[in-house]
């Protein structure tokens, strides 16, 4: 499958991920940091988690339709998943499901990485 395909599928899939995020961060963050994650401080902050997806997939999306800066956008979300990897993991008592989306946030940075410096050997403008 071409490349710039590919990341069409990932970034419009993060699009996704943040709206449900925004709409509902119970839903989306519940299985992970359990049901304290839909009330109060937790909710508004998984929401802007969401609305902080739904910028980077969109941003990237189009950059890589454009033919633009891509690998710029996909950075930025290596960037962003590295960060969320790095409080998952050294934050003090979180339970074992926040260490796991930390691990998986780490493989999603480092995924991000290659798949921006493919987009980059392309040769964007």
Do not use: C
């Not at 989306?28 to 940091?33: E, K, M, T, V």
């Not at 929401?47 to 891509?70: D, F, T």
């Not at 926040?98 to 480092?110: E, I, K, P, W």
Request: aromatic share 4%; glycine share 12%; hydrophobic share 55%.
């Amino acid at each position: 499958m071409d490349l710039r395909r590919v990341t069409l599928y990932i970034t419009r899939s993060r699009v996704g991920l943040g709206l449900v995020m925004m709409a509902s961060p119970r839903v989306a963050l519940g299985p992970i940091y359990g049901s304290a994650a839909g009330a109060g401080t937790a909710a508004t902050i998984g929401r802007m988690m969401g609305a902080r997806e739904a910028v980077l997939g969109a941003g990237a999306a189009i950059a890589v339709g454009e033919r633009r800066q891509s690998a710029s956008w996909v950075s930025m979300i290596a960037v962003a998943d590295g960060i969320d990897a790095v409080v998952n993991l050294t934050t003090r008592r979180l339970g074992w499901r926040g260490r796991v989306l930390g691990v998986f946030a780490a493989a999603s940075s480092v995924a991000h990485l290659v798949l921006a410096k493919r987009l980059a050997d392309e040769v964007d403008v």
